[in-house]
Nanobody
């Protein structure tokens, strides 16, 4: 199984960025795909998740209304559209896959990508 995150970069506050996660190695129909982030000196935190089959999405309060998670089943891709970026969104963003959501944190996720860095300048 491989999850390849991409799309990070340096942007100014208020800008938009779209992250992509290419999933391969198995069928993810029954999985939940998530995005997490980890800022320097901080713990990894949940950002958003989506069920692969129904496309049901759930967001952290800190990104609700600004970020949108989506998936393209035909391409085996998961996206995170990030709008109105803030300085505090600066972090390494990881995509991950879970078989089921029990605790709602990173412990639910069994497969992880390598991360892509998002830097928002104020």
């Amino acid at each position: 199984v491989q999850l390849q995150a991409s799309g990070g970069g340096l942007v100014q506050a208020g800008a938009s960025l779209r992250l992509s996660c290419a999933a391969s190695g198995r069928t993810f129909t029954n999985y939940v795909m998530g995005w997490f982030r980890q800022a320097p000196g901080k713990e990894r935190e949940f950002v958003a998740r989506i069920t692969w089959n129904l496309g049901t999405a759930y967001y952290a309060d800190s990104v609700k209304g600004r970020f949108t998670i989506s998936r393209d089943s035909a391409k085996n891709m998961v996206y995170l559209q990030m709008n109105s970026l803030k300085f505090e969104d600066t972090a390494v963003y990881y995509c991950a896959a879970a078989r089921a959501i029990r605790r709602g944190d990173s412990s639910d996720y069994v497969f992880w990508g390598q991360g892509t860095l998002v830097t928002v300048s104020s």
